[in-house]
């Protein structure tokens, strides 16, 4: 894209007269909707939800009703605090609602059953053979599972850059989406552990209790760890080239996760102390993982800054608005305001279109923009103006 392409628009004198105070973000007229992505999208859930249906009645017949409810219920825990793991990251730039609810029945329904019949299918291979053995058994874990179940989780994010190319901005954005789809992996995963223990604990609350702690408390964001460098990858790729390379990105980030995977569980055969692999490997991989989050965060932060600064030089915002638009501390100055104000819904709905509107603004420098993306900036710069005219009570022309 050459230059004169990604110039940014003279903003309007009304506009520039509009910014001469400095206005809080108030509510702003989305940007249309893309019919093609919504269709898609209700396709996507209902045959995500067909498959986790599926996938729960296999469980019923196969466990009981008693032991997949009670199951179920205890397996919300590790899901809320994984949903609370998911939100954090997804603060600054906030997914599509729709597209996260996708990713996660893609996780719960679709990767689980693909994995049930694989396995499946595995298993009588083995039976062939004589029935399981200890190499068979270490092979299920640190090859099988790994190979199968990441491909399946990746594939859903791979889709969901294919299909909605629009929303997939970058690194954070995948590795939101892969959560979503490792969270619903997980959930689906320990209602199958915690039954089986209940049906062969005997009444041993104690047997119960280990397999909750391991899988629900001590490691929770396994999966989403795993599937996170898929998205992570595919992200990178999304923010500096196009189709072809989110493939080659796609397929980099699944045998990183594959990896990662496999030593995850192979390790568990050869560390006698489990406790002790957890505070040697567990804990460090996790904390490395949260702090790599916390830097890419801060990225989006100086990325939004950068790019709002650039339509604030053209008349677009007042040069005070972006540090309340683009800052944590100046958001969290500007929601607080907007609390006092009755202004909570409007303030968080101008943000979130604001910084799609940097994000997008970054695209079109990098070259990887729709077609007609001089259109779809106009969109987005006409809901800001619409905000700042609402928040200062001018009506709507």
Excluded at 64 to 86: C, E, H, N, R, T
Excluded at 277 to 297: D, E, I, N
Excluded at 332 to 342: F, M, N, Y
């Amino acid at each position: 894209m050459d230059s004169s392409e990604s110039r940014i628009p003279e903003a309007p004198i009304s506009v520039q007269q509009g910014t001469h105070l400095a206005t809080q973000p108030v509510l702003a007229r989305p940007v249309r909707a893309n019919g093609a992505l919504g269709a898609l999208a209700v396709v996507g859930i209902l045959l995500g939800a067909l498959a986790l249906l599926t996938v729960f009645g296999y469980f019923v017949a196969v466990l009981g009703v008693a032991g997949f409810v009670v199951s179920a219920v205890i397996a919300l825990v590790p899901l809320g605090i994984v949903a609370l793991g998911v939100r954090w990251v997804d603060t600054w730039e906030p997914e599509p609602r729709v597209i996260l609810l996708f990713a996660f029945l893609w996780g719960a329904g679709v990767s689980v059953l693909l994995a049930l019949i694989i396995d499946g299918e595995i298993q009588s291979v083995i039976a062939s053979f004589g029935g399981s053995t200890d190499s068979f058994v270490f092979l299920q874990a640190a090859v099988q599972a790994p190979i199968v179940e990441e491909t399946a989780k990746g594939l859903g994010v791979l889709l969901i850059f294919l299909v909605a190319r629009r929303h997939f901005d970058g690194p954070v954005d995948g590795i939101v989406y892969a959560a979503c789809i490792g969270a619903g992996f997980a959930f689906t995963e320990n209602i199958q552990y915690f039954a089986i223990a209940i049906l062969e604990s005997e009444g041993s609350f104690g047997d119960i209790a280990g397999v909750f702690i391991v899988r629900g408390l001590m490691s929770p964001f396994a999966h989403v760890m795993f599937t996170a460098l898929t998205g992570f990858a595919i992200g990178l790729a999304a923010r500096r080239a196009g189709i072809a390379a989110g493939l080659g990105a796609f397929v980099v980030g699944l045998v990183a996760a594959i990896l990662l995977h496999a030593f995850w569980n192979g390790a568990l055969f050869i560390v006698p102390d489990f406790f002790g692999y957890y505070v040697l490997v567990q804990v460090p991989l996790f904390v490395l993982g949260t702090l790599f989050v916390v830097y890419l965060r801060r990225q989006e932060q100086r990325l939004t800054f950068a790019r709002l600064h650039e339509y604030a030089a053209t008349g677009w915002f007042n040069p005070a608005e972006v540090a309340a638009l683009a800052t944590a501390t100046g958001r969290r100055t500007a929601k607080r305001w907007a609390a006092s104000h009755g202004l909570s819904s409007q303030m968080r709905r101008y943000i979130r279109d604001s910084t799609r509107l940097a994000f997008f603004r970054q695209r079109m420098v990098t070259g990887q923009v729709p077609l007609d993306p001089q259109a779809h900036e106009a969109e987005l710069l006409r809901a800001v103006v619409a905000s700042r005219r609402a928040l200062q009570g001018i009506p709507l022309r």
